[in-house]
């Protein structure tokens, strides 16, 4: 994989640094692209929580395009320590969180804070991407009522769910790689 980088905003261009070992599998460029496209402008603002964050490379993007806050969680010290790296690298060093913590213990505790986007990109073949949606599906507040969550999977791990609080909507298909679109549903109104 070649080097990652921050493709538009204040930090575009700036290089990232990869996690020591073979732990994750960042986005590559194309699929980042293609999903801040999806996002556009509605990214500005939001507050953003980027799951099993890895070299942080969605969130910071998020950040250098605009959002009002990021929270990253990983718990890989190298991955935590990587995402540190690469803020300093950016420059950013307001409205951020950055977490040494199980994603899963996080999810399963009370909401601190309601996120407009939650990215998840576990690593792949070990169904943690389902236990993750399953795990927002059972505490739906992590979310603000228009929210969405996006699962990142290699396309094979794909697999419909049984949710009670989450619709998936759409899903996009970039070589190997998926992307699976979640949102809060609807209350019916009366």
């Not at 395009?65 to 803020?87: C, E, K, M, P, S």
Request: net charge negative; hydrophobic share 45%; no cysteine.
């Amino acid at each position: 994989m070649s080097r990652l980088r921050v493709i538009s905003g204040t930090a575009r261009g700036r290089k990232l640094s990869l996690v020591p070992g073979d732990s994750t599998r960042p986005i590559s460029d194309r699929v980042k692209e293609a999903l801040f496209n999806i996002l556009g402008l509605e990214i500005n603002g939001a507050k953003v929580l980027d799951l099993f964050a890895g070299t942080g490379s969605v969130g910071i993007e998020a950040l250098s395009r605009g959002a009002a806050f990021v929270r990253f969680i990983d718990r890989n010290r190298l991955a935590i320590n990587t995402v540190q790296q690469n803020l300093a690298t950016t420059g950013f060093t307001e409205n951020i969180n950055v977490l040494q913590h199980d994603a899963f213990a996080v999810l399963a505790s009370p909401p601190d804070l309601h996120f407009d986007y939650i990215y998840v990109a576990p690593p792949q073949f070990h169904d943690l991407w389902k236990q993750a949606i399953i795990a927002l599906d059972k505490n739906p507040d992590w979310l603000v009522a228009d929210g969405w969550v996006i699962a990142q999977i290699d396309f094979k791990e794909y697999e419909a769910l049984p949710l009670n609080n989450l619709d998936e909507f759409d899903q996009r298909k970039y070589g190997n790689t998926r992307l699976v679109f979640y949102e809060r549903k609807q209350l019916a109104d009366g």
